[in-house]
């Protein structure tokens, strides 16, 4: 099966930037379209922005439009999530997730799962 790791996680001050990856093993990723999402203790696990296959289309929540940017290198079996100007609310643990189907940010929509990074937005 499809195997994602996410990393990159750590604590950083409000106004900085982290970039987290996510590598897939076992398969060829651009069969998949990906999706970023983070969980906030208390809340749902949220999209956050996802992917196509070939990284032609993107889409991002509008909590993080302008400020996080996603990406992938296929050729790397990677996707990347770059965020900028981080603010306290968007400490979570965030997630990669793959679908064989269309760029998605619904948890539903999504087939395979990695198991998380934190991120700790905080003075």
């Known amino acids: 099966q499809l195997q994602l790791v996410e990393s990159g996680g750590g604590l950083v001050q409000p106004g900085g930037s982290l970039r987290l990856s996510c590598a897939a093993s076992r398969f060829t990723l651009n069969d998949y379209a990906i999706g970023w999402f983070r969980q906030a203790p208390g809340k749902e696990r949220e999209g956050v922005a996802c992917i196509s296959r070939n990284g032609g289309i993107t889409n991002y929540g509008d909590s993080v439009k302008g400020r996080f940017t996603i990406s992938r290198d296929n050729a790397k079996n990677m996707v990347y999530l770059q965020m900028n100007s981080l603010k306290p609310e968007d400490t979570a643990v965030y997630y990669c997730?793959?679908?064989?189907?269309?760029?998605?940010?619904?948890?539903?929509?999504?087939?395979?799962w990695g198991k998380g990074t934190l991120v700790t937005v905080s003075s």
């Open positions: 997730a793959a679908t064989i189907n269309d760029c998605s940010r619904y948890v539903s929509s999504m087939d395979y």
